[in-house]
């Protein structure tokens, strides 16, 4: 998928079908470094506890997460409204 038709599934629960044929189910956000942007990918509970860390510290590691360039994602549903 294009990176800007992730955009509108940024942060919310979905169901993600992967380029390998995995279909996952968990929350996709963006952070932009330095250098170039990247597109991560947790569980659903996972991302909850990371950005409940991040509130508290600015300086978090993402190195539980996956990191996706926008090719390996082919579909996205969101789960949540």
Same mark, same amino acid.
């Given at each position: ?8 599934? !940024?942060?919310?629960h979905c169901r993600i079908k992967l380029r390998s044929?995995?279909?996952? !189910? ?18 659903? &509970?996972?991302? =909850?506890k990371l950005m409940a =860390? ?18 390996? &994602? ?8």
């Amino acid at each position: 998928m294009k990176y800007d038709e992730l955009q509108t599934y !940024f942060n919310h629960h979905c169901r993600i079908k992967l380029r390998s044929g995995k279909e996952v !189910f968990g929350v996709l956000w963006e952070e932009m470094p330095d250098r170039d942007r990247a597109i991560y990918f947790a569980s659903y &509970i996972e991302h =909850k506890k990371l950005m409940a =860390k991040r509130r508290q510290s600015s300086n978090v590691a993402f190195s539980d997460s996956l990191r996706l360039a926008s090719d390996d &994602i082919l579909g996205v549903e969101a789960l949540d409204t």
